[in-house]
């Protein structure tokens, strides 16, 4: 299937969308979020696909952010009634159960920071930029911003992304927690892919449920989390993937996994 605004190509087990507006920075207009929704949706229905890896077309951007030129002449009464934006998180966020990576190759600014904090994990290249630069266009994030980075790198930095609007490098979001690792430019969908292989050959099951239970940590007490997480993992020893798992580790061998 081909898309007016993403690639996308499947590579084993592994899905890869790119984001493919490269004159604009791959910025993300609506026709992205259409995109993207579709894409993920066919993703997460397709048996054969296992973990997804989403990266930015071009040497310069992951994404520079929204599209300011789709949003400049948009009355405000526009934007409430089609609670604009909310796509992102209410049906491609939480449509998404199996994991997937951003493979963040250069900019990542706004809602492209965004989508990248949607994902299970952060991969970045030594180029890369985060940033939350909304307040210079007299508005604040609109895609989780302000809630997901807080979450990842604590209140002081979050604010100080958000109200200078600064950028901060690849090292400074890796120390910061915001990136999981930083590599160089030119291995960056190697290890990305090498990455999204290596949770593709996972049982599948335990790597949506574990996805599940670390996404939990940030929406419950940490008494729910422990019984929610004790609740999955016996759910999981009820699965073949459990009776070949340790089996496999007793006879010393890779399991063979059936998903179920
Ligand atoms: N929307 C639309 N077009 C964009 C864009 C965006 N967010 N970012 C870049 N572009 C376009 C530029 O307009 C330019 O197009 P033209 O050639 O037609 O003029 C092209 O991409 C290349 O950009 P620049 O010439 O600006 O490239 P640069 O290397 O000089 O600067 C940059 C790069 C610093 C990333 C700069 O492009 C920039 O500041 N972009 C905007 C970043 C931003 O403010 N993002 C937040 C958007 S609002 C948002 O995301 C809200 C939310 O929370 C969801």
Redesign the pocket.
Known sequence: MSYETILVEQKGAVTLITLNRP???N??NTQVLADMIDAFGKFQADPSQLCAVVTGAGD??FA????????ADKSGAEFYSQDF?SGWTNQLVKMVRKPWIAAVNG?A????C?VAMMSDFIIASEKAKFG???I??G?????G?SQRLTRAVGKSKAMDMCLTGRMMDAAEAERAGLVSRVVPADQLMEEAMKAAEAIAAMPPLAAMMNKELVDMAFETTLDTGLIMERRMFQVLTATEDKTEGMKAFVEKRPGVWKGR
Do not use: N, S, T
């Open positions: 004159q604009a920075l910025a993300l310069k951007a520079a952010g929204a599209d300011i030129k789709e949003m934006f900019f600014l706004g809602g492209g965004e939350q630069p909304e210079k266009l508005v604040a994030p609109g895609m911003g």
